[in-house]
């Protein structure tokens, strides 16, 4: 299938709200800097569309949208930037967005996706990224949302993946997640400047695998889980309150790393 061009010929505006449509299935791409100049942006209709932002910028005025992904499954935008928009990407389930900057939006990537992967969002006025249900968000930086006051750097709904992310100086929480999620590998610091958030936050729900992750200097409290949360080989410090609650039935004891004697010991 030949790859095409998203511009004025081959992807037409088919409603007054779009600058282009993309209503068929197919490969798309960028082949220079757009800017947008209507509410839904570069709108998709159809399901099984890939779009490679081929490292070009979509910028526009804060009312518009970047991306309205409508329809699905089997979409995936990749390998770009947008910035200064309302929201970067707007999309439904069965959407992949890897390698891709957010900057300067009202809100970054807000989709229900089911992985957002290598992408960083920083400085935008709500949260950097938010995920829905099932979601995997990893390899994300997150840093700077919540101009604001009330953005965070993940949010992420119940059953979710966040791996091996970066998220520093969100307004509120690095990442807050809905129960049975697994918070993995992250590091998570000096969040929580605009209303005293934490690091970490799973109070939502219960029965989330919190584990391996580096918490450190954030205004609240360092992981605010849930007391049926499994809690294990974490690293929380510098705050009067580094984890909430302290202990509970899947919770690793807190521990020095010299004297440590449990397997499972959080530090």
Do not use: W
């Amino acid at each position: 299938m030949p790859r095409i061009p998203i511009d004025a010929t081959n992807t037409p505006s088919q409603n007054a709200n779009d600058d282009y449509t993309i209503s068929a299935p197919g490969s798309y791409y960028l082949t220079g800097n757009i800017t947008i100049s209507k509410f839904k942006g570069i709108h998709v209709t159809s399901s099984n569309v890939s779009i490679n932002l081929n490292g070009f910028t979509v910028s526009g005025a804060p009312a518009n949208n970047g991306f309205t992904v409508s329809s699905g499954p089997g979409c995936s935008i990749i390998n770009g930037r947008l910035g200064g928009l309302n929201s970067a990407i707007v999309g439904l389930s069965g959407l992949t967005i890897r390698d891709v900057e957010c900057d300067h939006c009202t809100n970054g990537i807000f989709a229900s996706a089911n992985a957002v992967l290598d992408c960083v969002t920083d400085t935008n006025n709500g949260s950097g990224i938010n995920a829905g249900n099932g979601c995997k968000v990893a390899g994300c930086v997150a840093s700077g949302n919540g101009r604001n006051g009330m953005g965070s750097g993940i949010v992420a709904g119940i059953r979710a993946t966040v791996d091996n992310c970066n998220t520093v100086g969100n307004s509120v929480n690095g990442i807050f997640a809905g129960g049975d999620s697994s918070i993995l590998n992250n590091h998570s610091s000096q969040n929580g400047g605009g209303t005293p958030g934490a690091g970490i936050v799973t109070t939502s729900g219960t029965g989330s695998r919190i584990e391996g992750n580096s918490v450190r200097d954030n205004a609240g409290v360092g992981i605010n889980a849930s007391s049926l949360d499994t809690i294990i080989h974490n690293t929380s410090g510098n705050k009067t309150t580094n984890y909430s609650p302290v202990s509970g039935p899947n919770f690793g004891p807190i521990q020095g790393v010299s004297i440590a004697t449990s397997p499972f010991a959080n530090f």
